[in-house]
């Protein structure tokens, strides 16, 4: 598949991994409203792509992303009112959670990430970073709130060192090994250039699962963030049941007798 | 600050601190406590000197829960407290007062039972080195429950559970805390905690105080909803900051290379 060009990402296919990478390193990655727009058609590209089974969202440079372009902000005429509507309504389209990607996402943090970089921290599936990287929110420092990306990062993580955070501003950073142990990342990597490399080959571990067995677990545990214990576990019993019958319940355990991997059934 | 019996109130800089003053029994609350808490707290909150609030022990002790033994010969008082259980009407924490300033629990010795209410409901914890934390409402027979419930959301759940169930006969370590993320920092030695506690609320303080009580709105009230209609309820606490004279001056004192001059709170209308 053909992607559109973007300017300030680059998008492509290593076999099976689709990747989305920050590309404005000269501003660390800090969104602009043409990355805003193109964060929304590469998401929608990557999820519609066959080929494309796991995707990785990382960074170019010494940020993986700083948030919102303060300079665009500070003196384009228009301002944050330029997102009103759209925050106001909570009509966001620039992470994959907005997108309603259900493929697998991977998160590979490879340098700074602060403030509104949250986002794609929080609406991951699976966060790795490279052992110098760096976490803080320096919103209430320039007098911004914190909420979206936030309330994202409390339901997935210790809420106090969410809330220490965004109350210590610009003041402190979260280091990549006590994210590691707070749980809000699975992995670091160390020498940090091996990050991609290391990302690549995780997404390629998780490509070898039925991707249909995936998309009904994804929806089942991001769904159950939405609900109390019961009803999620309903609603997730719905998704359980949706995948009986599926050619990939019969062809997982026939591969596995025969020592083969399997030939998971592509849909759309 | 108005005198109180069985606090320690007092603001030093742009810090309120909030400090049990029972040593003696643990810093247990008897009915004067209960009442004094409820004032303490809106004091704290009503001073516009007062930007980030820290809440702590005298003695060997945070806070080890209701004093049952005094409790028990003021009949009245102790009526009052079983009334405001029954409704969930507590007015113990800052969370229960709806103080939306920041609140630091700075941990100092045992914390024990009603004691986690202070942990569970303050935005950040800090701890000594050698505090402690039990449960023991159900080797006495007693109920665990708002303060558990509370933790159950901020925290890994296991460890909740294994405090509630193992009672008196178990203790949680400031280490073990740490690691949890029920808390984020472990001051040794311990009686370094009240120079920590107010180092890190004086960097506090440097923050916006309207973004920062916007921010604790939309961080607590995500607590109450499911996933997308928190986001949506606090796109609302966002966007009600965008036009205050703060989001222009903030960035205007990163350009100056100068602390930043934060309009104060505006005086609001005090929910409850």
């Not at chain 1, 990478?21 to 727009?37: E, G, H, T």
């Not at chain 1, 925050?87 to 697998?104: E, G, I, M």
């Not at chain 1, 909420?147 to 950073?173: N, Q």
């Amino acid at each position: 598949m053909r992607y559109s060009s973007f300017d300030c990402l680059i998008v492509e296919r290593r076999g099976p991994v689709g990747w989305l990478v920050n590309n404005r390193p000269d501003q660390l990655n800090a969104m602009s409203a043409q990355m805003r727009d193109e964060f929304a058609v590469a998401w929608k590209e990557l999820d519609a792509d066959p080929e494309v089974r796991v995707i990785v969202h990382t960074g170019e440079g010494r940020a993986f992303q700083t948030g919102v372009d303060v300079t665009e902000i500070a003196t384009d005429g228009q301002g944050m009112e330029r997102y009103r509507d759209s925050v106001a309504n909570f009509d966001l389209h620039f992470t994959a959670w907005h997108q309603q990607v259900w493929k697998p996402v991977i998160t590979a943090v490879n340098g700074l990430c602060a403030g509104g970089a949250f986002h794609w921290v929080a609406d991951a599936d699976i966060v790795i970073a490279a052992s110098d990287a760096q976490f803080f929110d320096p919103h209430v420092s320039v007098g911004q709130v914190v909420a979206i990306e936030a309330i994202g990062l409390l339901r997935k993580m210790p809420v106090e060192a969410v809330m220490r955070m965004a109350f210590v501003g610009k003041y402190e950073r979260l280091s990549a090994p006590r994210a590691y142990e707070l749980g809000m990342i699975s992995q670091i990597v160390d020498p940090p250039e091996q990050l991609r490399d290391e990302a690549q080959a995780l997404a390629e571990k998780i490509a070898k699962n039925s991707p249909a067995a995936m998309r009904a677990t994804k929806r089942a545990l991001w769904g159950a963030l939405e609900l109390g214990l019961t009803d999620a576990c309903r609603a997730g019993a719905g998704e359980l049941v949706s995948m009986w019958g599926h050619p990939d319940q019969a062809e997982g355990p026939r591969a596995f007798a025969e020592r083969r991997d399997p030939n998971w059934r592509v849909d759309e | 600050m108005s005198r109180y019996e069985t606090l320690i109130v007092e603001r030093r800089g742009a810090v309120g601190w909030l400090q049990f003053d029972r040593p003696d029994v643990g810093n247990a609350m008897n009915a004067t406590m209960l009442d004094e808490l409820e004032r303490a707290w809106a004091e704290l909150d009503a001073d516009p000197d007062v930007r980030v609030i820290v809440n702590t022990g005298s003695g060997k002790s945070f806070q080890t829960g209701l004093d049952v033994v005094e409790l028990s010969a003021n009949p009245e008082a102790l009526r009052e407290q079983a009334r405001r259980t029954r409704r969930a009407e507590l007015r113990l924490t800052a969370w229960h007062n709806s103080v939306w300033k920041p609140v630091i629990a700075a941990v100092n010795g045992t914390c024990a039972g009603g004691g986690l209410h202070f942990v569970a409901d303050a935005d950040i914890v800090i701890a000594s080195s050698d505090a402690t934390f039990l449960d023991p409402h159900v080797s006495i027979g007693q109920v665990t429950a708002y303060e558990a419930i509370a933790l159950v959301r901020k925290s890994p759940m296991e460890p909740i559970m294994r405090m509630a169930l193992t009672g008196r006969h178990e203790r949680l370590t400031a280490a073990r805390a740490y690691e949890l993320g029920i808390l984020s920092q472990v001051v040794d030695p311990p009686e370094q905690l009240a120079v920590e506690a107010q180092a890190l609320a004086e960097t506090i303080a440097k923050n916006s105080p309207t973004a920062m009580r916007a921010t604790k709105r939309a961080l607590w009230g995500a607590l109450e909803l499911g996933l997308t209609d928190a986001c949506r309820a606090g796109a609302q606490e966002l966007v009600s900051m965008w036009g205050h004279p703060d989001q222009t001056e903030g960035p205007l004192a990163f350009v100056e290379r100068r602390e930043a001059r934060w309009l104060p709170l505006e005086a609001q209308n005090r929910e409850g």
